[in-house]
């Protein structure tokens, strides 16, 4: 996998974006390149993998096809045990399109309504694919943070979920009540880097 040419990171997720550049950016010396930076942001791709791993190909695949760079994407979410796995896949979708974050973590907030808090576990996964279109070759990364579902929000700092996910070994604290270089360093998303940082040095 050549990545001297820099990597096209391939979300339109803000929070997401932000945490990568951050956590990449300490490790791989290359140029990254967004979605505006390409023009590629009104390039729709259609998310309709059943798990975090189908759609993470299917968005790097789709971006580095079209536009011929090596390619990131990242497809993650939450899966909460009383919810029977959900929102999962959908974690993005959950209150329909374009609801904002707070209709989202409000939605599974209502859903928990009068759980108690040994059954209000859950995690958030990530699984990263990183796509070369020269030689078509990829690999992928997967993290996992585990926690619990809080019975109200707190917190500012990060996205989507965060305010209602108490990490394990942080509580009562949100993640999104953790500092930014916290939530990276026990994050999905900080993992499923770690690994992905660890597979391109041994290549
Ligand atoms: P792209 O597909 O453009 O990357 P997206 O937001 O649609 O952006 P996903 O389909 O992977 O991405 O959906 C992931 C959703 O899961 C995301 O929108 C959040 O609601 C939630 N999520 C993922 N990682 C999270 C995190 O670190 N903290 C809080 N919520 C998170």
């Known amino acids: 996998m050549n990545l001297s040419r820099g990597i096209l ?3 339109s997720n803000k929070g997401k974006l932000k945490e990568i550049r951050q956590i990449l950016g300490e490790v791989v010396h290359v140029q990254f390149y967004t979605l505006s930076d390409v ?6 791709v259609e998310e309709n993998g059943k798990t975090f791993k189908e759609n993470a190909l299917i968005k790097a695949k789709a971006y ?3 536009f011929g760079f090596v390619t990131l994407a990242d497809d993650s979410g939450l899966e909460v045990d009383y919810l029977k ?3 999962g896949v959908k974690s993005a979708r959950y209150a329909g399109t374009g609801a904002k974050d707070s209709d989202l973590y409000n939605k599974v907030l209502k859903e928990l309504k009068g759980v108690p808090s040994e059954k209000r576990t859950a995690r958030f996964k990530c699984v990263i694919c990183l796509y070369d279109p020269e030689d078509v070759s990829y690999i992928f990364s997967e993290g996992v943070c585990e926690g619990v579902i809080s019975t109200i929000p707190a917190g500012s700092n990060g996205f989507g979920y965060d305010p209602v996910f108490i990490p394990d070994g942080f509580a009562p604290k949100t993640i999104a009540e953790l500092d930014p270089k916290i939530k990276n360093s026990i994050s999905h998303r900080g993992r499923a880097l770690e690994a992905l940082k660890s597979k391109l040095l041994q290549n």
């Not at 023009?39 to 729709?44: G, V």
């Open 64 to 66: 580095a096809e079209k």
């Open 9 to 11: 990171l391939a979300t």
């Open 39 to 44: 023009n590629a942001e009104n390039f729709d």
């Open 85 to 87: 796995g959900a929102p």
